[in-house]
């Protein structure tokens, strides 16, 4: 009954998902930004395909469901993207598709340790529900 957002990591990726869904591709310079953003907004497109340019500003009760195609960058990314939904109260998804294998990484340890804190989030320890809201509120509570 909500909105979808999906977010992705590459302005390339986002164009192809976007044509695949038949939906709006939203980017830092994508042509016509403002009315993509609009026709999401007055739920005449339920769907959007977006980078990280989904700016903070931007407020949209009804968002139901926020699909991740690839993994989140780092953990305060989560945080603040997957807290658009769900705004009103209600019932709301956060969705990380995962794909197989591991991925290596050339940069500083600030960086890997938030990829394995996303790492930690995404396969979470033993009660996977409690200590993703416990490593949630750690990261974000510093």
């Not at 957002?5 to 980017?27: E, H, M």
């Not at 407020?59 to 989560?78: G, Q």
């Not at 600030?110 to 033993?126: F, P």
Request: net charge positive; charged share 35%; glycine share 8%.
């Amino acid at each position: 009954t909500g909105k979808v957002v999906v977010y992705s990591s590459t302005v390339g990726k986002v164009k192809r998902i976007a044509q695949a869904l038949d939906c709006s591709a939203y980017y830092y310079n994508a042509v016509g930004k403002a009315s993509i953003l609009s026709k999401f907004i007055d739920g005449k497109q339920r769907v959007i395909i977006v980078i990280s340019a989904l700016g903070i500003e931007v407020d949209i009760p009804d968002i139901r469901c926020i699909i991740y195609i690839d993994r989140p960058r780092i953990l305060l990314d989560y945080a603040q993207e997957s807290s658009r939904a769900g705004q009103d109260r209600l019932r709301s998804k956060a969705i990380i598709v995962k794909k197989g294998g591991k991925r290596r990484s050339k940069r500083n340890r600030q960086i890997e340790e938030e990829r394995r804190l996303v790492g930690l989030y995404i396969e979470g320890e033993g009660k996977v529900e409690k200590y993703r809201r416990i490593i949630l509120d750690r990261y974000l509570d510093g």
